[in-house]
């Protein structure tokens, strides 16, 4: 069974750093895309980029280029979102996404909301 | 960048009747659209690929239809459990872009 599990809930300070992940199993995990999706407070649904694990080749949206960083560990099935300085803007729910052989998002992790507040 | 429009914003139906959402691009993507369906407090999930495609385990009364810049979602007849968030999502070029959503809700 295709399972994708993030890692949990996130309260920041403005200006911190943050690395969330997403792990995961039940199918070889560098043979198929992982994107992250952004869903901010009663909005809607947003990519950020995708990543092949297998060599990680890396496709940013242009809003999202240079704002955060997506990178994968093969070695343990992970893939990962992070930023250098969080904004309070940054608060939403992060999903991640293993895009099936078509190039869509077939299977989701449960999503991890992150916080950012003084 | 391709840009999305979906319309209805909202759409009020009762159950048992015919919910038919449009979404539309900026420029062609060929048929390289899907739809997803997102409930409160859940991931989406996908419904259809490919314009037309259902996914594995999505109900037959789901069907999409369109090509190039037009494409419809079309729930024949609505249950109980279809009331929920609409998003379309194009793939074109790899650079992925969802429309805004429309909402279908209990008339």
């Known amino acids: 069974e295709v399972q994708l599990v993030q890692s949990g809930a996130e309260v920041k300070k403005p200006g911190e750093s943050l690395k969330i992940s997403c792990k995961g199993s039940?199918?070889?995990?560098?043979?198929?895309?992982i994107g992250w999706v952004r869903q901010m407070p009663g909005k809607g649904l947003e990519w950020m980029g995708i990543?092949?694990?297998?060599?990680?080749?890396?496709r940013y949206s242009p809003s999202f280029q240079g704002q955060v960083t997506i990178s994968a560990d093969k070695s343990i099935s992970t893939a990962y979102l992070q930023w250098s300085s969080l904004k309070a803007s940054d608060t939403a729910m992060y999903y991640c996404?293993?895009?099936?052989?078509?190039?869509?998002?077939?299977?989701w992790g449960q999503g991890t909301l992150v916080t950012v507040s003084s | 960048e391709i840009v999305l429009t979906q319309s209805p914003a909202t759409l009020s139906l009762s159950p048992g009747e015919r919910a038919t959402l449009s979404c539309r691009a900026s420029?062609?993507?060929?048929?390289?659209l899907a739809w997803y369906q997102q409930k409160p407090g859940q991931a989406p999930r996908l419904l259809i690929y490919?314009?037309?495609n259902r996914a594995t385990g999505i109900p037959a009364r789901f069907s999409g239809s369109g090509s190039g810049t037009d494409f419809t979602l079309t729930i024949s007849s609505l249950e109980p459990e279809d009331f929920a968030v609409y998003y379309c999502?194009?793939?074109?070029?790899?650079?992925?872009?969802f429309g805004p959503g429309t909402k279908v809700d209990i008339k």
């Open positions: 490919d314009a037309s």
């Open positions: 996404a293993r895009l099936s052989g078509s190039y869509y998002g077939g299977y």
């Open positions: 039940g199918y070889s995990f560098t043979s198929y895309w």
């Open positions: 990543i092949y694990p297998g060599d990680s080749d890396t």
């Open positions: 420029q062609s993507v060929s048929s390289y």
């Open positions: 999502q194009q793939r074109s070029n790899w650079l992925f872009t």
